[in-house]
């Protein structure tokens, strides 16, 4: 039944565009037994069905430039490959350390974007 909750939850943050596979080795890592490139591995499963029905819908609507896309899939393999085999050079626990960090490390950026847009807005509203 969690297995369930967790994809429910990961496939509707990759639905909204907002990284479900981020969500999904969070909930994975502190709702089951996995090892961190078990989880890892399953993520990556994950995002293949997630990521054809998004492209589906996404030609549906035409809001997809092609030229980019293109660059940025060429470029997404190679990291996949480069990533892949980066991964198992460090050990689970490691592996499981350095994601947290690097998901911390998103959290700021995130939480430093927002704060600069309140304070364009407030200023915007201040004049």
Do not use: D, W
């Amino acid at each position: 039944m969690k297995e369930i909750l967790i994809g429910i939850a990961s496939g509707t943050v990759a639905a909204l565009g907002m990284g479900g596979g981020t969500v999904l080795i969070l909930l994975l890592g502190l709702f089951s037994n996995l090892n961190q490139h078990l989880i890892q591995g399953t993520n990556l499963i994950f995002f293949i069905p997630t990521s054809i029905t998004a492209i589906y819908m996404n030609i549906k609507n035409k809001t997809i430039n092609y030229k980019k896309a293109g660059i940025i899939i060429i470029s997404g393999i190679i990291g996949a490959i480069l990533g892949s085999n980066l991964s198992f050079k460090f050990k689970s626990n490691s592996l499981k350390k350095y994601f947290g960090i690097f998901l911390l490390c998103i959290a700021a950026f995130e939480i430093y974007s927002l704060l600069k847009q309140y304070r364009k807005k407030k200023k915007e509203n201040n004049k």
